[in-house]
């Protein structure tokens, strides 16, 4: 069983729509939590980056994070077209090596016109 | 504006031949990474440094290797190319806990 589990999708929505992202990790160890856009043939980058339990908001993006369920999740409002990319999870501990990211497989999204 | 570069972007090689990824940071940063992404199984750590002259292992080590002989530079080794090493790979750095991890554009790797 993998430690970060992602739904692949694809996940069609349109635009306007809220899209919604989760995923679902088994080491309770894990204290941040990241979320990355990465666009087609390209590098992923950071979106999100939270610490422990509780929401973030920046902008149209929400992230939040329910350790005792272990589960993370990814809003986004009023979506647009720019919108349609893959969304990788990621997180890691405070007892792990600094950096070492244990990642999601990435949701797929497409924001239709 | 600070950057990963990785080069080459796009490679095709044979089988059993020795291939080497280049990857150029100029954020000074510490921490920098190897990440191989396949369909279905999101990205996956190789090798792993925290300065100059450490390296370490990641989750799919077997066949690479890699070195750091500056703050830099992180090149990595493929010493022997199998179809199995067909992938898209990440060079990637962070600093401090190195929570805040930023990623290369890849470069896209075809083991023929």
């Known amino acids: 069983q993998k430690e970060v589990e992602q739904d692949p999708g694809p996940l069609s929505v349109p635009e306007g729509a809220i899209v919604s992202l989760n995923c679902t990790y088994s080491n309770s160890a894990f204290q941040y939590f990241m979320w990355y856009r990465q666009y087609s043939r390209k590098g992923p980058e950071l979106l999100m980056y939270?610490?422990?339990?509780g929401n973030k908001e920046d902008g149209r993006f929400t992230a939040q994070v329910d350790k005792s369920s272990k589960y993370i999740s990814l809003f986004i409002r009023d979506s647009q077209p720019s919108d349609s990319a893959t969304y990788l999870c990621a997180m890691t501990s405070t007892t792990d090596s600094w950096g070492k990211l244990q990642f999601g497989a990435g949701t797929q999204v497409v924001v239709t016109p | 504006d600070a950057e990963i570069t990785q080069s080459p972007r796009h490679k095709i090689t044979e089988t059993g031949r020795q291939v080497t990824l280049a990857c150029h940071q100029t954020?000074?940063?510490?921490?920098m990474f190897w990440y191989r992404q396949d369909l279905g199984h999101g990205l996956r750590l190789i090798h792993y440094s925290y300065g100059v002259q450490d390296t370490n292992k990641g989750e799919v080590s077997d066949g690479y290797s890699v070195s750091r002989s500056n703050t830099e530079d992180l090149p990595l080794t493929l010493e022997s190319a199998a179809s199995s090493q067909t992938s898209v790979y990440f060079c990637?750095?962070?600093?401090?806990?190195?929570?805040?991890?930023?990623f290369g554009q890849g470069t896209r790797l075809t083991v023929v």
């Open positions: 954020w000074n940063h510490n921490n």
């Open positions: 939270t610490y422990s339990s």
């Open positions: 990637a750095s962070s600093e401090g806990q190195g929570r805040i991890t930023f």
